[in-house]
């Protein structure tokens, strides 16, 4: 079973940036990957995915302030995040995008608040 770590996230203020940390158990080249956040009383949704040749797509709500990277021999997925928002707080995930389809991990906490 894939493994999916996430962390980095914590309590920052508006206007605040974060770098997110996702750590696969398997090897991602055949995987677009992505980040999704999931708000109190919201579905989860996908904020930003990368091909495995790079080529990246965001939501509307993150366009030009949340980029995502990826490391194809470390297996790893990052989310940064900057110009953060109280909208912005949720829990954040990695997975394949977009459709999931390892099991969901724990997830990081993402807070912004003064």
């Known amino acids: 079973q894939v493994q999916l770590e996430e962390s980095g996230g914590g309590l920052v203020q508006p206007g605040g940036s974060l770098r997110l940390s996702c750590i696969v158990s398997r090897n991602i080249n055949d995987y677009t990957m992505g980040w999704y956040r999931q708000a109190p009383g919201n579905q989860r949704e996908l904020v930003a995915r990368r091909t495995s040749s790079g080529i990246t797509n965001y939501g509307d709500s993150v366009k030009g302030r949340f980029s995502i990277y990826r490391d194809n021999v470390k297996n790893t997925v990052d989310l940064q995040m900057n110009s953060l928002s109280p909208q912005d707080t949720a829990v954040y995930y990695c997975?394949?995008?977009?459709?999931?389809?390892?099991?969901w991990g724990q997830g990081t906490q993402v807070t912004v608040s003064a």
């Open positions: 997975n394949t995008a977009p459709t999931p389809v390892f099991t």
